[in-house]
């Protein structure tokens, strides 16, 4: 990519090479009119709005791409006569509704309609019938429906459900009188809008699909409609309030719009979740989660005069990542002053992970980020159900392969067809658990430089290579002639005779030969298909940009040292660049900010975790502190970004900013502490109230900001461990969320209806004697319990899932720390 | 500047003219002789009968309020009213949110929700007459002329909120059938010859 200067409307302006004119205009703040274009997703052409002149040529802005010097004009006479015309079109037969329309006013027909000063109606066709449909957690009102297709865009391109498509109108043909008379482009573009409506890829009735939303975020007017918000507010009544996503470890940025709960009640409620749609894409968790608020109505005196007593008798404080970084700090200075241990396993898994890999990769920190994931072009990813961990990896995963031509590898025991259903460019590997170490080994041997490799990982991973001779059948077209009779009209007589004819065909032939070829076992130890080399060799065909992602599994896995070390030496001596999931929301700053030790004393404070005295943002515990969404603070993301949030809805109880202060730590709020985040450990000092929170046009990402990533001399030491043979038997369970489901937080809002049982795939429950719904005993050598257990289409292949968002189940009770296990699954 | 001088010249007419106006006494003398004039010319009687002489006519021109009561223009402002589609009887609120936008003092409310039928329906609407300033800009923005103010100017009540019960501001069914609900003639409401106006969107039927 070299950058380049083109003239748009008599500006230079700079961009890329290759990049579509429409964006390199929207990044300079230059208008041209579009409404099917998606920033980050394929051009669909239906709108043909964003007609415009490129060096005197009319062309598409949205898929014509940037020349050195080029010349574009936005606006001519025939672009403007054509632009009014497309306009006439969308609103033949759009019902005046706009009164009851929850798009209410958001609307960019509506927008489009008055930028073009459409004042009357020249085109007219008979109306098909369309009835509305309830798609389950969408509405979808065919009647509003203009099909510019972004639903079905974001859908495949970002997300990778491929749940939407357009289906036939079943319209009368558009009359000719009106082909004959109008602009080119507004009759091509009618032609297709009259065809076509929005309809679901699998099925009639329901949508099946992760439930992002992103479909009802995108639609320009009124047509998709998230359920829960159909005719419950207009848009401009409701206060945005610009927050992150309190969720997962994404941190997308989003807002909580808020109004008044009802006419006698004027406390605020959250009424839906927006995002920047062109920039971020949300997952089901972070747009219909968002009432999990803790509503309190008054300060508990006695309850927090019990608490000040605990934290004086307790010596232990176990929390969750479920909380800001000024929360975390305010918890490390208490341990500073006071010597309480602070207990977090899964934030002191990846704390030990981060610090084995930085050992030998001399960084604090993995080097890269969802946004280059983004521009990849070729992904692997290890340790992780990437759909449920981090769906915003899950996209970038997704987005990556098909916007940039790119292939990916997906290694993970659980098979998904989520994943499988991106493309054939994506290959799955559900390797045994405990083979993780394989996998980098593997990855190492195909992607590593060797000459730069140390000579003992070089020589560990020639062990596995052999030489063997198979004998391999091959197919080659074989020229056969023969002599064939053939009936034909004699030109003649005109009678009908038999005529010998020659006739050359290539014919298909097998033949067997010898071929002495390289075998490596590491492919048969990881369980890679048989094709693996050769789709791999095609996959990697003009590929530049490496991407690697790798998940918590490896953070809890049993040889998790080594592991950190492999993916270290992976990221330093091949073109991969590295990023981690974090576990949590803010794991990654957890694990910055605290010392956090193993176990727990005699007396225990837990925070959003049972304790001797607990703490809760859940209202489930004997003191009541904020929710995320009730405080001000800042989240530490995967992309190693400190993002604000801010308080949508209010809270009137005390929170562990007052319990500090009543200990003895006088800070006046909160967020004094985003000044005193731990610099040493990449923290920047910067006021709360100075971080930035949103997107610029070009997508530059402008919020909160990035942590330094300290440089620490390498261990010379760069000795990793061979595999080991472990292997776990029986059936296995695994512990996984389902989609749009993370934590007891998730649990508690009311749109997301996940039940919480033991989660076996359609094709296990058909091989074993179980059915959705029995009743069964999970037993493991940590414990058992019994549950009910639900058929999830999402999952494929004989390992069973159980969620960790229901803290009644426990399920993290039958582990011990690595996120498989061997159980016996036995019906009560 | 010679111009300033037909403005200094207050003169608008020559009909016009200086009342003669005696000069006010400036000494005590002076104020004493007209207290003893005004005292002893008996214009107290005059005032009296003329009272006296109205009384024995019988010609009274006060309207006997609240007995009586005048008529109100068709455009006065006073306590809000509902209406309902003349064809229907249903309520032409379609809960839209504009007046609620617009209302400057910030005294309208409304709940809405899907109903069984798919539509939006109003659940619940409040207009708060403690704060309301009888402006008329949510009649004047109303896109179904259903909220519009009526003549109904008395409020006097134990409850403000009286007046406003969404039930008691729409317009009665049986008012309705009898032809007697009023259309507002108010801002919002249809201008004269709309109807050729407007230029017709065309049909393919």
Same mark, same amino acid.
């Given at each position: 990519?070299s950058?380049i200067?083109i003239?748009?409307?008599g500006?230079?302006i700079? =961009?890329e090479?290759? @990049?579509? !004119?429409?964006?390199?205009? +929207? #990044?300079n703040?230059?208008?041209?009119?579009a409404i099917?274009? %998606?920033?980050r997703?394929?051009?669909?052409?239906?709108c043909?709005?964003?007609?415009?002149?490129?060096?005197?040529?009319?062309?598409?802005?949205?898929?014509?791409k940037?020349k050195d010097?080029?010349?574009v =004009?936005?606006?001519? @006479?025939? !672009?403007?006569t054509e632009? +009014? #015309?497309i306009?006439?079109?969308?609103d033949?037969?759009?019902? %005046?509704?706009?009164?009851?329309?929850?798009?209410?006013?958001?609307c960019?027909l509506?927008n489009?309609?008055?930028?073009m000063g459409?004042d009357s109606q020249?085109y007219?066709?008979?109306?098909?019938?369309?009835?509305?449909?309830d798609?389950?957690?969408?509405?979808y009102?065919?009647?509003l429906?203009i099909?510019c297709?972004?639903?079905v865009?974001?859908?495949?391109?970002m997300i990778?459900d491929?749940?939407?498509?357009?289906?036939?109108?079943?319209?009368?043909t558009?009359?000719?009188e009106?082909k004959?008379g109008m602009?080119?482009?507004a009759?091509?573009?009618?032609?297709?809008?009259?065809?076509?409506?929005?309809?679901?890829?699998?099925g009639?009735?329901?949508l099946d699909?992760?439930?992002c939303?992103?479909?009802?975020?995108v639609c320009p007017v009124g047509?998709?409609v998230?359920?829960h918000?159909?005719y419950?507010s207009n848009a401009?009544?409701?206060?945005?309030?610009p927050a992150t996503?309190?969720?997962?470890?994404a941190g997308?940025?989003i807002t909580y719009?808020v109004?008044?709960?009802s006419?006698?009640?004027s406390?605020?409620k959250?009424?839906?979740?927006?995002n920047?749609?062109n920039?971020?894409s949300l997952?089901?968790?972070g747009?219909y989660?968002?009432?999990?608020?803790?509503?309190?109505?008054?300060?508990d005196e006695?309850?927090f005069?019990?608490?000040i007593?605990?934290?004086?008798k307790?010596?232990?404080i176990?929390?969750?990542?479920?909380?800001?970084?000024e929360?975390?700090?305010?918890?490390?200075?208490?341990?500073?002053k006071f010597?309480y241990k602070?207990v977090n396993e899964?934030?002191?898994?990846?704390?030990t992970f981060?610090k084995?890999?930085?050992?030998?990769?001399?960084?604090?920190?993995?080097g890269?980020?969802?946004?280059?994931t983004?521009?990849?072009?070729?992904i692997?990813?290890l340790?992780t159900?990437?759909k449920?961990?981090?769906?915003n990896?899950?996209y970038?995963?997704?987005n990556?392969?098909s916007m940039?031509?790119?292939?990916g590898l997906?290694?993970?025991?659980l098979?998904?067809?989520?994943i499988?259903g991106i493309g054939k460019?994506?290959m799955s590997?559900?390797?045994?658990p405990?083979?993780?170490?394989?996998v980098?080994?593997?990855l190492?041997?195909?992607f590593?430089?060797?000459s730069k490799l140390?000579?003992?990982?070089?020589?560990y991973?020639?062990?596995?290579?052999s030489e063997k001779t198979v004998?391999?059948e091959?197919t080659i077209?074989?020229?056969?002639?023969e002599i064939v009779?053939?009936?034909k009209?004699?030109?003649?007589?005109g009678?009908?005779?038999?005529?010998?004819?020659?006739k050359?065909?290539m014919?298909?032939?097998?033949?067997?030969k010898d071929v002495?070829v390289?075998?490596?076992?590491?492919?048969?130890?990881?369980?890679a298909?048989?094709?693996f080399?050769?789709?791999?060799?095609?996959?990697?065909a003009?590929k530049?940009s490496f991407?690697?992602?790798?998940?918590?599994d490896?953070y809890t896995?049993?040889n998790?040292?080594n592991l950190?070390?492999l993916v270290?030496?992976?990221?330093?001596?091949?073109a991969?660049?590295?990023?981690?999931?974090?576990?949590?929301?803010?794991?990654l700053?957890v694990?910055l900010?605290c010392?956090?030790d193993?176990?727990?004393?005699?007396y225990?404070?837990?925070y959003?975790?049972?304790?001797?005295?607990?703490l809760?943002?859940?209202?489930?515990?004997?003191l009541?502190?904020?929710?995320?969404?009730?405080?001000?603070?800042?989240?530490?993301?995967?992309?190693k970004?400190v993002?604000?949030t801010?308080?949508?809805?209010?809270?009137?109880g005390?929170e562990l900013?007052?319990?500090?202060?009543?200990l003895?730590?006088?800070?006046?709020?909160?967020?004094d502490y985003?000044l005193?985040?731990?610099?040493?450990?990449?923290f920047?000092?910067?006021?709360f109230d100075?971080?930035?929170?949103?997107?610029e046009?070009?997508?530059t990402e402008?919020?909160?900001?990035?942590l330094?990533?300290?440089?620490n001399e390498?261990?010379?030491?760069?000795?990793?461990?061979?595999?080991?043979?472990d292997?776990l038997?029986?059936?296995?369970?695994?512990l996984?969320?389902?989609v749009r489901?993370?934590?007891?937080f998730?649990?508690?809002?009311?749109?997301?209806?996940?039940?919480s049982?033991?989660?076996m795939?359609?094709?296990y429950?058909k091989?074993?004697?179980?059915?959705?719904?029995?009743?069964?005993r999970?037993?493991?050598?940590?414990?058992e319990?019994?549950t009910k257990i639900i058929?999830?289409?999402?999952i494929?292949?004989?390992?069973?899932t159980?969620?960790?968002?229901d803290?009644?189940?426990?399920?993290q009770?039958?582990f011990?720390g690595?996120r498989?296990s061997t159980?016996?699954?036995?019906?009560? | 500047?010679?111009?300033?001088?037909q403005?200094?010249n207050?003169?608008?007419s020559e009909?016009?003219?200086?009342v003669d106006?005696e000069?006010y006494p400036?000494d005590g003398?002076?104020?004493?002789?007209r207290?003893v004039?005004?005292t002893?010319q008996?214009?107290?009687f005059?005032?009296?009968?003329?009272?006296?002489?109205?009384?024995?006519?019988?010609d009274?021109?006060?309207?006997?309020?609240p007995?009586e009561?005048?008529?109100?223009?068709?455009?006065?402002?006073?306590?809000?009213e509902m209406?309902?589609?003349w064809e229907?009887?249903t309520?032409?609120?379609?809960?839209c949110g504009?007046c609620?936008?617009?209302?400057?003092?910030?005294c309208?409310?409304?709940e809405?929700?899907?109903?069984?039928n798919?539509?939006?329906?109003?659940?619940?609407?409040?207009?708060n007459?403690?704060r309301?300033?009888f402006?008329?800009?949510?009649?004047?923005?109303c896109?179904e002329?259903a909220?519009?103010?009526?003549g109904?100017?008395e409020?006097?009540s134990?409850?403000r909120?009286?007046?406003?019960m969404?039930?008691?501001?729409?317009t009665?069914?049986?008012?309705?059938?009898?032809?007697?609900?009023?259309e507002?003639?108010?801002?919002g409401?249809?201008?004269?010859h709309e109807?050729e106006r407007?230029?017709?969107?065309?049909?393919a039927?």
């Open positions: 990519m950058n200067t003239n748009i409307d500006r230079e700079q =961009t090479e290759g @990049e579509f !004119i429409l964006n390199a205009a +929207r #990044a703040d230059i208008f041209i009119p099917c274009y %998606l920033t997703c394929s051009p669909t052409l239906a043909r709005l964003c007609l415009v002149e490129a060096d005197g040529k009319q062309v598409y802005a949205c898929n014509a940037a010097g080029m010349n =004009t936005t606006s001519t @006479e025939t !672009i403007e632009r +009014r #015309a306009m006439e079109v969308y033949v037969n759009h019902p %005046l509704e706009c009164g009851v329309c929850d798009q209410s006013g958001e960019e509506q489009y309609t008055l930028e459409v020249s007219a066709i008979k109306d098909v019938d369309r009835k509305d449909k798609w389950g957690h969408i509405h009102n065919p009647g429906c099909v297709e972004r639903c865009t974001v859908c495949k391109d990778g491929n749940a939407l498509k357009t289906v036939s109108r079943n319209a009368d558009i009359d000719n009106f004959e602009p080119k482009d009759y091509a573009m009618w032609n297709k809008l009259n065809k076509s409506l929005i309809g679901l890829t699998s009639e009735e329901m699909c992760t439930s939303g992103e479909c009802a975020a047509a998709l998230d359920t918000f159909i419950k401009w009544e409701l206060h945005q309030v996503c309190g969720h997962c470890s997308c940025q719009d109004k008044h709960t006419i006698e009640n406390d605020d959250i009424y839906r979740v927006m920047e749609w920039y971020v997952c089901g968790a747009r989660g968002y009432d999990y608020d803790n509503k309190v109505e008054a300060k006695a309850a005069a019990n608490a007593e605990a934290f004086k307790a010596d232990t176990a929390f969750t990542s479920t909380i800001t970084n929360e975390a700090m305010i918890l490390q200075s208490l341990k500073e010597g602070l899964e934030a002191k898994a990846f704390q981060l084995n890999y930085s050992e030998i990769s001399g960084t604090s920190l993995y890269s980020d969802l946004t280059q983004h521009a990849a072009d070729f692997v990813s340790g159900a990437l449920s961990d981090n769906p990896a899950r970038a995963f997704n990556a392969i940039n031509k790119g292939a997906y290694f993970h025991p098979k998904d067809p989520i499988d460019n994506v590997i559900a390797h045994a405990l083979a993780e170490e394989a980098l080994y593997l190492l041997d195909l590593a430089d060797k140390p000579a003992s990982v070089v020589e991973i020639a062990s596995f290579h004998t391999v091959e077209k074989e020229k056969v002639t009779k053939v009936k009209v004699n030109e003649e007589t009678e009908e005779e038999e005529v010998e004819e020659e050359t065909s014919v298909p032939k097998k033949i067997s002495q390289d075998e490596n076992r590491l492919l048969e130890i990881v369980d298909p048989k094709n080399t050769e789709s791999l060799e095609k996959f990697l003009k530049e991407s690697l992602i790798v998940g918590p490896l896995h049993p998790a040292k950190a070390r270290a030496l992976l990221e330093k001596y091949s991969f660049k590295l990023v981690m999931i974090p576990s949590l929301t803010n794991t700053g694990a900010i010392d956090l193993d176990a727990r004393g005699t225990t404070v837990g959003n975790t049972k304790g001797d005295f607990t809760s943002a859940l209202g489930n515990g004997d009541d502190m904020p929710a995320l969404n009730q405080q001000e603070g800042t989240l530490t993301s995967i992309d970004r993002n604000p801010n308080a949508a809805v209010g809270y009137k005390y900013n007052d319990i500090a202060n009543a003895g730590i006088s800070t006046k709020l909160t967020v985003t005193k985040l731990p610099t040493y450990k990449g920047k000092a910067e006021l100075n971080l930035p929170n949103r997107y046009n070009d997508g402008v919020r909160g900001y990035l330094d990533i300290i440089a390498p261990s010379a030491d760069e000795s990793v461990e061979a595999i080991t043979d292997k038997d029986g059936s296995i369970i695994y996984a969320n389902p489901q993370f934590s007891e998730t649990n508690k809002s009311a749109n997301l209806t996940e039940k049982g033991l989660y795939s359609e094709s429950l091989t074993s004697n179980f059915n959705e719904g029995d009743t069964v999970v037993k493991t050598q940590n414990g319990f019994t058929s999830d289409n999402k494929e292949g004989e390992i069973a159980l969620p960790t968002f803290s009644n189940l426990n399920s009770a039958l011990s690595y498989f159980a016996t699954i036995q019906g009560v | 500047m010679s111009n300033i001088e403005f200094k207050r003169n608008v009909e016009y003219f200086l106006i000069d400036t003398w002076g104020k004493f002789k207290v004039k005004r002893f008996g214009e107290l005059v005032g009296l009968w003329v009272v006296l002489r109205e009384m024995i006519k019988f009274i021109h006060t309207v006997q309020y007995k009561k005048m008529p109100i223009g068709p455009r006065y402002r006073a306590v809000h209406k309902r589609l229907s009887g309520e032409r609120c379609i809960g504009l609620e936008k617009i209302c400057i003092s910030d309208i409310r409304m809405t929700k899907i109903d069984e798919s539509r939006k329906e109003v659940s619940e609407y409040s207009i007459l403690g309301c300033i402006c008329g800009y949510c009649a004047e923005v896109p002329l909220i519009t103010h009526g109904r100017y409020n006097a134990e409850q909120a009286h007046f406003v969404y039930e008691d501001m729409l009665p069914i049986d008012m309705l059938k009898a032809g007697q609900q009023q507002f003639e108010g801002f409401a249809i201008t004269p109807d407007v230029k017709k969107t065309p049909l039927y």
